[in-house]
């Protein structure tokens, strides 16, 4: 494998995690009693498809827009932004939270 080259089935973990994000996402959602045409509207997203592109993995959430993703869900910001980290970015999540 040269350098700079994805790994066999790194993508295909990838969309995995954002389906998992995607339910976790959808369960908050559900859980603060909001449809997704609420949390468009207070998370700042000008369609509701969005919020189902998130839900269901096609989508991520810009990390600018965490702070108002927690807000709304009732969730902490940092506890929100770790989780996401978790999800998107696997790698980076693992060498700050869980390596020796």
């Known amino acids: 494998m040269q350098r ?3 790994q066999p089935n790194v993508e295909d973990k990838r969309g995995d995690l954002r389906v998992q994000a995607g ?3 959808r369960e908050s959602r559900e859980k603060a009693g909001f449809s997704q045409r ?9 369609y509701y498809t969005f ?3 998130i839900e269901s993995g096609k989508g ?3 990390p ?3 702070e108002a993703w927690a807000g709304a869900l009732g969730v902490d910001s940092r506890d ?3 989780r996401m980290l978790s999800f998107y ?3 980076t999540y693992h060498l700050i939270f869980e390596a020796a």
């Open 51 to 53: 919020i189902s592109q």
């Open 23 to 25: 339910a976790w996402l």
């Open 4 to 6: 700079g080259e994805s």
């Open 89 to 91: 970015e696997p790698t």
């Open 38 to 46: 609420d949390l468009a509207g207070r998370v700042g997203a000008l």
């Open 60 to 62: 991520k959430i810009p």
């Open 80 to 82: 929100f932004a770790i």
């Open 64 to 66: 600018e827009r965490y």
